[in-house]
């Protein structure tokens, strides 16, 4: 994700969503929240979420609020076709992650495939890392899955920042606890691998 509403439009606009590099049929990433063991009832926001299909996992394993976020309004409308049958269990944010309006102390669980590694400005990741704090209850977790350093350069023709388990931590801050951690390759409908590593994190103070 950019902060660039129009270059995500046009993606979903002109491309059929199963057939972009980051989809994935079954998220990966839900194996960290299985391991969570969190409550049914405990609050979940997707960020950059885009026409996943991870809210309907979440919905089908029987959480019950979550809230899915894009910059892209027609990447929402492909979700909600995934989740017709849920809608009241799910909360649609369309806007930049990184200035929306997010309630205060209210969020267990933070979860970001491909967000975080568009932030390539000092600032934005500042303005994201606050967006966390706030919105995130104390001892509420953060997952954050973003290409590592032998991962592309680029994603959706546009730069993007690499991570490893320490420069991630050390960009989140102390008020982050890494709690677990993995890489993998994901493998784009295309064929072609890039690996990830995906971090799970505690907040242990604001």
């Known amino acids: 994700m950019s902060n660039n509403k129009t270059h995500w439009e046009n993606i979903y606009k002109n491309n059929n969503f199963k057939n972009v590099s980051w989809f994935q049929e079954k998220p990966t990433t839900i194996s ?20 996943s299909y991870l809210g309907k996992t ?13 910059i892209s309004a027609l990447s929402i409308e492909i979700s909600q076709s995934h ?9 649609f944010l369309i806007g930049d992650i990184t200035n929306l309006k997010l309630p205060k102390n209210y969020f267990n669980l933070w979860h970001d495939r491909a967000v975080f590694h568009f932030l390539t400005e000092k600032e934005k990741r500042e303005k994201y890392i606050n967006q966390i704090r706030k919105s995130l209850l104390i001892h ?15 994603c959706s023709s546009l730069t993007i920042k690499q991570y490893d388990e320490t420069t991630l931590s050390s960009e989140l801050g102390e008020c982050f606890k890494l709690i677990n951690f993995s890489y993998s390759n994901h493998l784009t409908p295309s064929n072609k691998k890039q690996n990830f ?3 799970c994190f505690k907040l242990i103070k604001k």
């Open 32 to 51: 960290f929240i299985d391991n969570l063991n969190l409550s049914k009832d405990c609050k979940i926001i997707d960020v950059g979420a885009g026409a």
């Open 83 to 91: 989740n017709i049958h849920n809608l009241k269990k799910v909360s």
């Open 58 to 70: 979440l919905i089908d394993k029987g959480y019950k609020n979550i809230t899915i976020n894009d």
């Open 197 to 199: 590593i995906t971090c």
């Open 140 to 154: 509420g977790y953060i997952i954050i899955s973003v290409f590592s350093l032998d991962g592309p350069k680029k």
